[in-house]
């Protein structure tokens, strides 16, 4: 195995049981490793540091995967991390409240670059670093022992797999091609996904929490869902006795799916409303009508990719709050979310303070969200928690 030499004073992150190092942090490299290979890390002194997995062409070289010089990193550790991550998910799939979960997160599950999803008896997986890629012939094994899929398919992220300078295949790993529509269900409402076509790997399950929070609000209410997507909280707020529910969404597959999802509850159609458009202008559009809502959900996609870019998006944030704030009747509910890692929810209050004050209005935090118990946040590896919101009051 070869030996990567870490700089002298950069010893302290990978003490801390870090998953990273950064290729500046590297002093010289003993040898020819080839991308995706396990190295072992050592300091300037040349003592044992931790295993990873090494790539030259990321700005993260090297992804540390165990600590103690002892224990191999070979096919049972790797087989191991995948046992200890899916039965960390028993209880939310025992429950019979879900069939859809996030069996492997990543860094989160000690398995760096390795998102795998279950919908229902279908797995999609990304596969975002060179190590877990070589990897795969064993992760695909021991989940089919352990789960018995009836297919797994590759939705790796492209431009997260640039980063490791690797190309992009969808592709069936095992079993048939999904098929086009899977239906799963989540705190008791049904979804129709589509595994190949659909966004990230199909679906958002890391909203199903709150999804059910927001909904217990929503009886006897005029909700507007915007960011709906396939209609996470349209079909768990007309579920709970919404009134009326106005889903916006830019992409014209996701209104599909949504309006097909309204038909497969069987819930009351004309109590919906969807619109494709962009929010931005849709929100703009109800101000010049005069419409307004009892609860808006603001759920967009990451407006921060990495912390350099937190200003701007903070100010896209902050934009979108106010026009949100502005919708609502007194004493509204305002469910906002942001799922960009760069953006801590302290940050995030002081975005909705700003927002109210540019409103005039007054906001009440009456809870905050974050992600459910199958996208763990590991201790030592904050960067995996990325997904926060506020539930406010506005007057
Ligand atoms: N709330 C959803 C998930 C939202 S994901 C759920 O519970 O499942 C973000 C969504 O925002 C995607 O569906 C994407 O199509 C949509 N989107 C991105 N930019 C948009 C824009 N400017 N206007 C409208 N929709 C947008």
């Known amino acids: 195995m070869i030996d990567v030499i870490l700089k002298k004073g950069k010893e302290k992150a990978v003490h801390q049981r870090h998953p990273w190092v950064f290729s500046g942090a590297i002093d010289r490299v003993k040898g020819k490793p080839a991308n995706g290979d396990i190295v072992r890390l050592v300091n300037a002194g040349g003592d044992f540091m931790a295993y ?15 600590w103690d010089e002892n224990k191999a990193v070979d096919e049972t ?19 019979g409240e879900t069939n859809t979960c996030r069996l492997i997160f990543s860094e989160a599950d000690y398995l760096p670059g390795l998102i795998v999803d279950r919908y229902a008896d279908h797995l999609a997986v990304q596969v975002l670093t060179s190590g877990m890629e070589r990897m795969m012939p064993v992760v695909i094994d021991e989940l089919r ?6 297919s797994i398919f590759d939705k790796s992220d492209a431009s997260s797999r640039q980063h490791e300078g690797m190309d992009t295949e969808n592709v069936v790993l095992f079993g048939d091609n999904p098929p086009e529509s899977v239906e799963v269900t989540e705190n008791g ?8 076509e659909g966004q990230k790997s199909g679906f958002y399950c890391d909203q199903r ?9 929503a009886k006897g209410k005029k909700v507007l869902d915007c960011f709906s997507y396939t209609g996470g909280f349209t079909l768990n707020a007309l579920y ?51 419409e307004t809502f009892d609860i808006i959900v603001l759920d967009p996609p990451k407006y921060a990719p990495s912390r350099s870019a937190l200003d701007r998006a903070s100010r896209a944030y902050k934009d979108l709050n106010r026009i ?39 906001v009440q935090f009456i809870g905050q969200f974050c992600q459910p118990e199958d996208h763990p946040v590991r201790s030592s590896f904050p960067e995996g928690e990325y997904l926060k919101g506020l539930l406010c009051r506005v007057f």
């Open 52 to 66: 990873g997995f090494y790539n030259d062409q990321s700005r993260v070289a090297l992804r540390l995967l165990e």
């Open 77 to 95: 550790w790797f087989r191991t991390r995948v046992a200890e991550a899916v039965d960390g998910r028993k209880n939310i799939l025992s429950t």
């Open 145 to 150: 022992k352990l789960l018995n899929p009836k």
């Open 189 to 196: 409402v049904r979804y129709n996904i589509n595994i190949a």
């Open 209 to 217: 929490d709150n999804r059910r929070i927001v909904a217990a609000h």
């Open 240 to 290: 709970n006795g919404a009134t009326s529910v106005t889903s916006v969404d830019s992409s014209a597959l996701a209104i599909e799916t949504l309006k097909e999802n309204i038909k497969l509850n069987k819930l009351d159609a004309s109590k919906h409303r969807a619109i494709q458009s962009d929010v931005n202008k849709q929100l703009r559009a109800f101000k010049e009508t005069g």
């Open 324 to 362: 949100g704030m502005l919708l609502l009747n007194k004493g509204g509910l305002l469910a906002t979310f942001s799922c960009s890692g760069a953006m801590d929810l302290e940050t995030f209050k002081q975005v909705l303070a700003w927002a109210a004050l540019d409103a005039s209005k007054q």
